[in-house]
């Protein structure tokens, strides 16, 4: 069994500055993967980044990376140059052994322009 | 590909009725997983698909709840004799396989009077 702890239920940002939303996990299994999504107000959540455990080389995709910490079991991802449009829930998850996903609660990200 | 779909997105019901909740997946995709999100907290895991296969379920998902994927295709989750404490977004997911990215609909919102 996996479990998710995203500490900030919420977080605010000023328009094209970076923010870094925290989460921490814990899993007893050796392979897995974890992953940032976001869910916009009333909208289907999408990914933002995955992470396979057994890469050591931190995710990126293009304004979104994270700081993967094995070690620590902690995945934080940040964005940069932050825009009205990711505001937004995101959800840290960690999917292992069937793949089914665990989440945290969820970080509500505002863009302050 | 038009990602995955689900049918209806709001069903508003008295205690008591039956639903039925319908997911097309993506076409390619042979596992399904569905979730249930209650306000302010993450996705939780219900069941998932291989094929047409059942290969897990939760234990949140009570004797009321059945879901089923006839031909490895689409998937209904039927919950029988409602209760309020079933009022929730019920999100389906569709992966090509261990470890991929789950790609999510845009839920149904139940809402149990």
């Known amino acids: 069994a996996q479990t998710v702890t995203q500490s900030q239920p919420e977080m605010s940002v000023q328009e094209a500055e970076t923010v870094t939303l925290s989460c921490t996990y814990d899993t007893s299994e050796s392979d897995y993967y974890l992953f940032w999504y976001k869910q916009p107000p009333s909208r289907q959540m999408i990914l933002v980044i995955r992470q396979e455990a057994y890469k050591q080389q931190n995710a990126t995709e293009n304004r979104f990376s994270v700081n993967f910490q094995k070690a620590a079991k902690s995945f934080s991802l940040k964005i940069s140059d932050s825009q009205l449009g990711d505001a937004a829930m995101y959800f840290c998850a960690c999917g292992a052994g069937s793949y089914q996903l665990t989440f945290g609660k969820g970080t509500k990200l505002s863009v302050i322009p | 590909d038009t990602g995955v779909s689900q049918d209806p997105r709001h069903k508003i019901t008295k205690r008591g009725q039956n639903v039925t909740f319908r997911c097309d997946p993506i076409?390619?995709?042979?596992?399904l997983y569905w979730y249930r999100q209650t306000l302010g907290q993450g996705p939780e895991f219900l069941t998932y698909?291989?094929?047409?296969?059942?290969?897990?379920k939760s234990r949140l998902l009570s004797d009321r709840f059945s879901a089923e994927r006839p031909k490895g295709s689409f998937s209904t989750l039927e919950i029988q004799r409602t209760e309020q404490g079933d009022s929730a977004m019920y999100l389906c997911?569709?992966?090509?396989?261990?470890?991929?990215?789950?790609?999510f609909g845009a839920g149904t919102r139940l809402s149990v009077l």
């Open positions: 997911a569709s992966s090509g396989g261990a470890g991929d990215i789950q790609y």
């Open positions: 076409s390619e995709h042979n596992r």
């Open positions: 698909f291989q094929n047409e296969a059942q290969l897990e």
